[in-house]
């Protein structure tokens, strides 16, 4: 066992000189300001605070004469009368390599900045051809490629909307986001591969289009195809046998998107207008659209990856993610920096278990991110990564890393500092993090990030420290959603963050802050589940067990705490005169796999004769886990609250 607080790595009196936070401060005219102090002032005057943001990176765009900051949450707006570009900021013209592509099958391409901005503008070029306008939505169901890297930022530059899932979200699942938005186009891959295996998703691409009647178009990328015939995914040709039968719009394929030059162009908007839709797990119903606007993202990415990541200009950015993980969106924030982020499509663990820290050796990454769990999973493998000279950090996120994760690194990267992160889909950032100016001690983050006024609230909305309470933030953030879509009054958007504590969001998170202003994150306070990094809503699950005329009721857990991934557990009402039986408990996997993703498939399932419910007929997930988790059944929930109290005793561990 490794001690909580054991002290790890220390930065040196080079490594802090050559920090871009101290590059910063120096120019604030703070040098050898204490984080804590600057922190503070960086909450204390949150105008002041982000617009030295905007003026030291020179964001390029319309300052205006409005003010910064007006309002409180919700609704706070942010440099009001300014206009900018996500687009225009990101492609900056520079020298040298912009992104790296790199499969799982072995394929490598690298685009320079030149050959981005060229084919960005080829692709704005052809939505315009396509009728897409500002405002209008773009969908991308796409794995990490380039492809997804250039339609977004073609989007972008248009002041149109994107929005994106990965192909291995199963068909209900997809329409579940996409329906909600609208979209006008759709860009889909033929299929993927993932762990030496072949996906065809053209069937699934028809089933979308023809669940979206508000497309004008389909655009097919032969990215199955190509790698069969292994040819680069950037050249390929369109698939015939793909592109005759979706049931809405033009059909076209990427070449034929991309096939006319043009100029690049950006369209300038606001700072609050949409960027990009992510959307929340579907916990308690549809998955919510969260909406992030242009300027919020520009300049919390600015902040974050320079100050927390400690990129710039020349280092190579890399993060496990799929497009349907916020991650992804922050990976390409790379660019506004200068830095060149590393696209890999692929499973963490195939052909070996240490593929990624492989990529990293070989493509000289010099930040390296991953979820926790595969730390842990290297650790419990064996591995020593080898020819990792260029790198300089890593960070870990998606679930709490325990101190031995912490430990481990230490033990084979000795003088790389490890960075646990902790935020979330709703800012598309952490709220607590790392800088290279902190030490790195075993399951510890050690600061709340610039510009976060991170608290911990005990039940009575209290601030506490030394002490574990609700992650709250008290004072607003300029990348927090903009809205939700399709959500005109604002009531989903307070009661998913204001409804416990008028004018505090509440995120659901378990934090402990230290008096020096590190913390500890122990889990989610509410019921969704977390796996692997990806949260996943509950009800997603019950629209595809419940469908199953053999189940009557279900309720789904992740026992999953601190550093730890836990178990996946479904358990099941089962209808009159049905049985658990061999060829249901396979049919209920196969429906999880392909209808949602193979995430979703529970390590256990089980019988039980009742579903704990309220009086109101709300399921009880979280007294359920808390059970599992140890908590005595009569402290686990109130029995005068229940429809059925007696059944809670079916689900001791």
């Keep these: 066992m490794v001690a909580e607080g054991t002290l790890l790595w220390e930065p040196t009196e080079d490594v802090v000189a050559r920090a871009k936070l101290t590059r910063y401060l120096e ?15 960086s909450v204390d005057s949150p105008a002041e605070f982000w617009t030295s943001i905007w ?40 020298d040298g390599v912009a992104a790296v592509f790199v499969s799982e099958d072995g394929a490598r391409q690298e685009l320079t900045h030149a050959e981005l901005r060229e084919e960005v503008a080829r692709v704005r070029a052809g939505l315009v051809r396509l009728g897409v306008r500002r405002g209008d939505r773009v969908a991308g169901y796409l794995p990490n490629i380039p492809q997804a890297l250039i339609a977004f930022l073609a989007t972008a530059s248009l002041g149109a909307i994107w929005s994106a899932g990965s192909p291995d979200f199963g068909v209900p699942s997809v329409v579940d986001r996409f ?5 006008k186009v759709l860009i889909a891959v033929d299929g993927y591969h993932y762990n030496g295996k072949s996906y065809d998703r053209s069937a699934a691409v028809n089933e979308i289009a023809a669940e979206l009647p508000s497309l004008r178009a389909t655009v097919w990328i032969p990215y199955l195809a190509a790698a069969e015939e292994g040819q680069p995914p950037q050249r390929a040709e369109p698939g015939a046998a793909h592109t005759d039968s979706v049931p809405h719009g033009e059909v076209i394929g990427w070449e034929g998107l991309r096939a006319e030059e043009a100029p690049l162009e950006f369209e300038r908007v606001p700072f609050d207008h949409p960027l990009w839709i992510l959307y929340s797990s579907g916990t308690t119903g549809l998955p919510k659209p969260i909406v992030h606007g242009h300027g919020g993202v520009i300049l919390e990415h600015l902040k974050s990856l320079s100050f927390h990541q400690d990129l710039g200009e020349g280092d190579v950015f890399f993060w496990y993610t799929t497009t349907g993980w916020m991650m992804w969106n922050y990976l390409i924030g790379a660019l506004l920096v200068g830095a060149t ?9 195939y052909p070996s278990p240490a593929v990624l820290w492989r990529i990293a050796a070989s493509e000289g990454v010099t930040y390296f991110g991953v979820g926790a769990p595969y730390i842990m999973a290297s650790l419990k493998a064996g591995i020593v990564p080898e020819g990792l000279e260029a790198l300089r950090g890593i960070g870990s996120t998606g679930s709490p890393l325990p101190p031995e994760g912490f430990a481990w690194v230490a033990e084979q990267l000795p003088g790389i500092p490890l960075g646990s992160f902790s935020g979330g889909t709703d800012v598309c950032t952490g709220f607590v993090g790392a800088t290279m100016l902190h030490p790195s001690r075993a399951g510890i983050i050690p600061c709340r990030s610039l510009g976060a006024r991170v608290e911990s609230f005990n039940p009575l909305g209290e601030p506490v420290v030394g002490e574990v309470g609700e992650l709250v933030l008290t004072q607003p953030m300029p990348s927090m959603p903009v809205m939700f879509w399709n959500d005109p009054d604002g009531e989903r958007y307070r009661e998913s963050y204001f409804d ?20 500890v994150i122990y889990g989610r306070s509410d019921s969704t589940l977390n796996r692997g990094g990806v949260r996943m809503g509950t009800s997603e699950f019950y629209r595809v067990v419940e469908r199953f005329e053999e189940i009557a009721d279900s309720l789904v857990i992740d026992t999953g705490q601190l550093g730890q991934e836990g178990r996946l557990l479904l358990y099941l009402t089962l209808a009159e005169g049905a049985t658990l039986s061999d060829a249901l408990v ?44 140890g908590t005595p059944v009569e402290e686990a929930a109130n029995p005068d609250a229940m429809a059925n109290p007696e059944v809670l005793r079916h689900f001791k561990p």
């Design 27 to 41: 120019w604030l005219g703070r040098a050898g300001s204490g984080y804590e102090e600057v922190w503070r002032w």
């Design 55 to 94: 003026d030291y990176f020179g964001v390029i765009g319309e300052r205006g004469d409005g003010p910064v900051m007006t309002g409180t949450m919700p609704g706070a707006e942010w440099f009001t009368g300014s206009s900018v570009n996500y687009a225009e900021n990101a492609l900056r013209e520079r």
């Design 179 to 183: 329906k909600q938005i609208e979209p």
């Design 341 to 349: 982020p590393v696209l890999y499509d692929g499973s963490a663990t």
């Design 500 to 519: 416990v504590y008028p004018g505090v969001w509440r995120h659901g998170d378990w934090i402990k802050l230290n008096e020096d202003g590190s913390c």
């Design 586 to 629: 396979d049919a209920l996997r196969t429906a999880l796999r392909q209808e949602l993703s193979p995430r979703h498939v529970p390590n256990e399932i089980h019988a039980v004769p009742g579903i704990p419910r309220t009086l109101s007929g709300k399921k009880l997930e979280v007294p359920v886990r808390k059970i599992l988790l």
